[in-house]
């Protein structure tokens, strides 16, 4: 996974526990965006998924930048083993392209993989957009150009990034959709300025009626599956059990430039994590924990580092006591059973391990806590939860699923 290093802070939610937001969770008058996980053939151990996700951690916490008929609309997403990806369509008639869906940076653009095709609605500026990423980067030149997310969701005069050279980006990924706060994208463009993201501007030109934007995503055990979508404008409460709980963005640098929260983390009743700042994010695939945490973690489960994979490894009688991972924000918990935490067992061998071992998702951070980003709830964690990400209310939003609770890793 790839990471932004040319971010400010950026605000993002606002505080508040309450139902699914009313008439949007309602309706059912949306369009979906689906999002499939698809696992890259070509990743070659999970030692490369470790590596990827630090590397994006400390881009992070470097602090440095980078009308419509419907009410809500969804489109699909697809995780290629560590990421996710939606298939976008740029131009008039669209070429798509399959971009990295990423909250955790807020430019989106394409070329990296399929060369961006220029068509009649294709407007190119004077501008060059230059972003570096943890462990990866894109330089081009900005164009103009109708964005469809969608069938009968466009986006009229996006900016978008074209690259003319990009680095560290899998096999089958062409670009990023940028779904971060609008601010990370301050320092990418030559000459300065920000950028609308792709939600500013379905929300500016009255395609949704809030600058909203909801995940889900589901846990599989298969290498190629539709399993998500994205819901622009509102929520989709078939994706979802009971309520939204919402709470702000947190007040805390360097998270605070992200969806970042405030959470506690307690293991088998046993706090491991003291409530401190991190962020929630589909461009990083673990579970990341500041190394005191990710200590406290290893010893209570008796997991052992397996060098070979590089995540934590425990025998079959461990994962028998295995206790629930509870994630306290904002006066709610979200439990990770023992089968959300380990990795699919029946992908083991797509990430050079052993079929017959069980290998955790939580993984250490690389610094200890109270550094502004103690965690990182990657995707293995939100494929558990429904996620929300309010920009106008500066708050991010979570709920259980019909998922939460599934048997399905071991």
């Known amino acids: 996974m790839v990471l932004l290093t040319h971010l400010l802070p950026a605000a993002l939610f606002s505080l508040g526990v309450a139902a699914s937001p009313a008439p949007l969770g309602a309706e059912k008058n949306f369009i979906t965006l689906p999002i499939s996980r698809h696992l890259n053939h070509n990743a070659t151990s999970a030692k490369s998924i470790v590596q990827k996700d630090l590397a994006r951690a400390r881009a992070m916490k470097s602090g440095k930048k980078g009308i419509a008929s419907r009410a809500v609309v969804s489109a699909p997403v697809t995780n290629v ?212 945490a990710f200590n406290r973690y290893q010893i209570a489960t008796g997991a052992v580092l397996d060098q070979n994979v590089g995540l934590l490894r425990i025998s079959s009688s461990q994962y028998s006591q295995l206790r629930n991972l509870d994630f306290r924000i904002g006066g709610e918990t979200y439990s990770l059973i023992p089968d959300a935490q380990i990795w699919p067992r029946a992908l083991n061998s797509q990430i050079g391990g052993n079929s017959d071992s069980i290998y955790l998702v939580v993984s250490d951070l690389g610094t200890p806590s109270g550094e502004g980003l103690d965690f990182i709830n990657g995707y293995t964690w939100l494929e558990r939860f429904y996620s929300v990400y309010d920009t106008g209310n500066r708050r991010v939003g979570l709920a259980t699923t019909p998922f939460t609770n599934t048997i399905i890793n071991n």
């Open 81 to 292: 083993a560590t990421t996710y990806v939606a298939q976008v369509g740029v131009g008039s008639p669209p070429t798509y392209y399959s971009l990295i869906v990423d909250t955790g940076s807020s430019n989106t653009w394409v070329g990296a993989g399929q060369q961006y095709v220029e068509t009649a609605t294709s407007v190119r500026t004077d501008s060059r957009v230059d972003v570096t990423y943890g462990s990866g980067s894109f330089s081009g030149s900005e164009y103009i150009d109708t964005v469809e997310l969608a069938d009968g969701l466009v986006i009229n005069r996006q900016s978008i990034g074209v690259a003319s050279r990009s680095e560290g980006f899998d096999d089958g990924v062409d670009g990023i959709l940028g779904l971060g706060p609008t601010d990370l994208t301050e320092g990418t463009l030559s000459p300065g300025g920000i950028i609308p993201t792709v939600v500013d501007n379905l929300f500016g030109q009255g395609t949704i009626n809030s600058d909203v934007v909801a995940i889900s995503f589901e846990p599989t055990t298969t290498d190629s599956v539709v399993n998500g979508e994205l819901t622009f404008g509102g929520v989709d409460a078939s994706k979802f059990t009971g309520n939204i709980n919402y709470t702000p963005i947190t007040f805390i640098s360097p998270s605070n430039g992200y969806w970042g929260i405030d959470q506690r983390i307690t293991y088998g009743g046993t706090t491991i994590l003291f409530e401190t700042a991190g962020i929630v994010d589909t461009g990083s695939t673990l579970i990341l924990l500041a190394t005191d």
